[in-house]
């Protein structure tokens, strides 16, 4: 059963037009979201976030959306550059208490992005 | 300041063996996670390391263990390897702070043949 969906497994940009990631989630428990991106052989590395009491969080050019009732989030890249270049991986996040599993932090199959110069 | 380190890069095994795996937190950092990134596949929370103790872990079998040590370093065990074991194993690490975000570390790709 997956909670958190990644639909569409890549997307093509050109350079400097909008780049719109896409996830779902089926969990209405979850208390944050968050982006993260991988470059090849490394990590992922953490990009933003959002609360599940808000609705927006910008941070330079990316910004998340969050639509609760569709379950649905969203990021934002503008303008799109190549070096963003990547696979964006959407996770959903809860705390369920130290002692009681910690962070439930469960992650989409990943959106691989290419943005074309 | 230093991110997660994990070691080593890759690692080959056969059938049957058993493999180490080994993460070094962010300094200040108690809390070790462990993922597995199968190819082509999102990644799968495998264990949760804090303050030396294992506080949860995912669906897989029990041949796949760990500890964390004093120092919140920790260690994946898999033993008796399977072909399906072939993977990134990614090792994150976190301070518990509301949003969870976490940080990884580069990983190891484990190739079983």
């Known amino acids: 059963d997956q909670q958190v969906k990644q639909n569409s497994p890549s997307l093509s940009v050109q350079e400097g037009r909008i780049s719109i990631l896409n996830c779902d989630y089926t969990n209405s428990m979850f208390d944050y979201f968050l982006w993260y991106k991988k470059y090849p052989a490394e990590g992922p590395t953490f990009l933003i976030s959002?609360?599940?009491?808000?609705d927006k969080n910008e941070d330079g050019r990316f910004t998340v959306f969050l639509n609760k009732s569709a379950k649905h989030l969203s990021l934002h890249i503008v303008p799109s550059q190549p070096g963003d270049s990547a696979v964006y991986f959407c996770a959903a996040s809860c705390f369920k208490g130290k002692n009681t599993g910690g962070f439930k932090t469960i992650f989409g199959a990943g959106t691989r992005l290419f943005v074309k110069a | 300041e230093a991110g997660v380190t994990q070691s080593p890069t890759h690692l080959i095994k056969t059938r049957g063996q058993q493999a180490t795996l080994r993460c070094s937190p962010i300094?200040?950092?108690?809390?070790v996670y462990w993922y597995q990134q199968a190819l082509g596949l999102g990644l799968q929370f495998l264990l949760w390391?804090?303050?030396?103790?294992?506080?949860n872990r995912g669906n897989f079998p029990p041949r796949f263990s760990g500890r964390q040590f004093p120092n919140y370093s920790s260690e994946l065990n898999v033993n008796a390897l399977e072909l399906e074991d072939s993977a990134l194993y990614l090792c994150?690490?976190?301070?518990?702070?509301?949003?969870?975000?976490?940080?990884f570390g580069p990983g190891t790709r484990l190739t079983v043949t």
């Open positions: 300094s200040g950092h108690t809390s």
């Open positions: 390391y804090d303050e030396g103790e294992e506080r």
């Open positions: 994150a690490s976190t301070q518990n702070n509301p949003g969870g975000e976490q940080y």
């Open positions: 959002i609360s599940s009491i808000k």
